[in-house]
């Protein structure tokens, strides 16, 4: 069986296998449980309410089901290096260049918001402009970057263990306290009162999904990662099996306790409901320990965005759709130029962020709003070709199954494009949508000004191929 790929350069070097399973374990949960977790989700609670928790199952639930789709794929055509290659094989080379510039403009994007954010939360204790503490940081992750592939998976080992460490003390002193250790009285009546668990109404829980999403999503760094680790498809199938369910058992229920613990009212937006949490149970220190961890979710955000970035820009110059430059290897097996190019885009963007905070660094961040959702289809329905190719020829190749396919891959598919459409009709979201369209256009005429420059340099090539082969006979 064959399927419909670019090929890569004769000489397209190898990148190293230093990551080990458990490297790549805590990637994918650090990949997701991150800021938009310990902050962002204040303003889901505030607009849902004590349902926030079901918010984030449903969001939960649909990346969980991405993930089960990339580890059938994983298994069943190794080797692709990135889970942005799977759209390309299965909707052509216009989905892998799409699908791979996009998830790259996205990391760029988040390595400069979490930089900002990461400063703005230091500052608390160095007294330096935001803008010279997000460049420190973005320099210090980046030497990290530059260094190895294993110095990366150790550094997001320890963040993403403190991050997990960290939610799990959280959930156990909640629950704790929510079963009546510590105080007197029914914590859970929060739940119930403040009018009632759905405040806004069952349609409430849905049109928060749009946000919720990019808060759950990141799993997929595994994915890449486990390219570079010891046991690729061990790797990917053990993150794919238990990993997304740990994740959304940490996010409904560090959510759920919250609701039971504070008043839903209560919460304000841009503040972190944990330290509101901790506060309420009187936990000595909460503000210092919270904003201590979420510095910790910033700084691995940084280093999980500046390598996926590399990795994804490394990818695209293996197919032709970037620089060959960028495949040069250091003796550590690190793409230099692609992780330099990654960060220098992450320091321009973090110069737009304190000189154009609502010009251009908001069209920056809302043109990447809805990005991952664009990625997500792509892999959705390249799933759903790759799985009918593979199951006419090779059955065998499928070791791990998309459930009860083909009707969740349909169902994924739907509620993608519904969640797309929940954005457009929310004016809140709604420039988000209309950026990130702006920024597919881009990427797509791109692609086809890409294809019409190698036409041309095809042809010519042939002409003068041609041309060549006439003079000889010529001669003769």
């Known amino acids: 069986m064959s399927f419909p790929q670019s090929s890569l ?3 397209a070097p190898k990148l190293g296998a230093a990551l080990r399973q458990r490297h790549v374990t805590m990637i994918a949960l650090g990949g997701i449980i991150g800021a938009g977790l310990f902050v962002g989700s204040s303003a889901t609670l505030g607009t849902v309410g004590p349902a926030a928790c079901l918010s984030y199952l449903v969001a939960g639930i649909v990346v969980l089901m991405v993930m089960r789709m990339l580890g059938e794929m994983a298994l069943a055509v190794p080797g692709v290096g990135s889970f942005t290659e799977y759209a390309r094989i299965g909707l052509g080379n216009w989905g892998g260049f799409t699908s791979g510039w996009l998830y790259w403009y996205f990391w ?13 939360i230091l500052q608390r204790w160095i007294p330096a402009p935001v803008w010279v503490i997000g460049l420190v940081l973005l320099s210090v992750m980046t030497l990290i970057n530059l260094l190895s592939v294993k110095s990366y998976g150790e550094f997001e080992f320890w963040f993403a263990s403190i991050k997990v460490a960290a939610i799990i003390v959280f959930i156990a002193i909640g629950a704790a306290y929510v079963f009546g250790f510590g105080h007197t009285g029914s914590a859970v009546t929060n739940l119930l009162e403040h009018r009632g668990f759905m405040p806004f109404g069952a349609m409430s829980v849905f049109a928060a999904v749009p946000t919720v999403i990019f808060a759950v999503g990141g799993a997929e760094i595994a994915t890449i990662a486990a390219a570079e680790s010891d046991d690729p498809a061990r790797s990917v199938a053990a993150m794919t099996r238990s990993v997304i369910l740990r994740v959304i058992t940490f996010y409904v229920g560090s959510m759920f306790l919250i609701a039971c613990i504070v008043p839903w009212s209560s919460i304000v937006t841009g503040h972190s409901p944990f330290v509101a949490a901790l506060e309420t149970m009187r936990v000595p220190g909460a503000a210092d320990i919270m ?5 910790v979710a910033v700084l691995s955000a940084l280093n999980s965005g500046l390598y996926v970035s590399s990795r994804i820009l490394f990818r695209l110059a293996e197919r032709g759709d970037a620089p060959g430059a960028l495949l040069k290897l250091t003796p550590h097996k690190v793409p230099r130029l692609a992780v330099l190019l990654s960060s220098v885009v992450g320091y321009l963007a973090i110069i737009a962020a304190i000189v154009s905070p609502q010009g251009v660094f908001l069209f920056l961040v809302n043109a990447s709003g809805a990005v991952m959702l664009f990625v997500y289809l792509a892999i959705a329905c390249a799933q759903i070709r790759i799985r009918h190719r593979i199951e006419r020829s090779e059955p065998e190749r499928l070791t791990l199954r998309m459930w009860l396919f083909p009707w969740l891959s349909y169902a994924v598919v739907a509620a993608i494009v519904g969640v797309l459409a929940a954005m457009g009709a929310d004016p809140a979201l709604r420039p988000q949508m209309m950026a990130s369209l702006a920024s597919l256009a881009v990427v ?12 041309s340099e095809g042809s010519a090539t042939g002409y003068l191929s041609r041309m060549g082969v006439a003079s000889m006979e010529g001669r003769k």
Do not use: C, F, W
């Not at 797509?444 to 036409?455: C, G, P, T, V």
């Open 9 to 11: 350069g004769p000489a």
């Open 108 to 120: 760029v994007i988040v390595v400069a918001v979490e930089a900002v954010a990461g400063a703005a």
């Open 291 to 295: 904003n201590a961890i979420v510095l």
């Open 444 to 455: 797509s005429a791109a692609y086809l000004l890409a294809a019409k420059r190698r036409q």
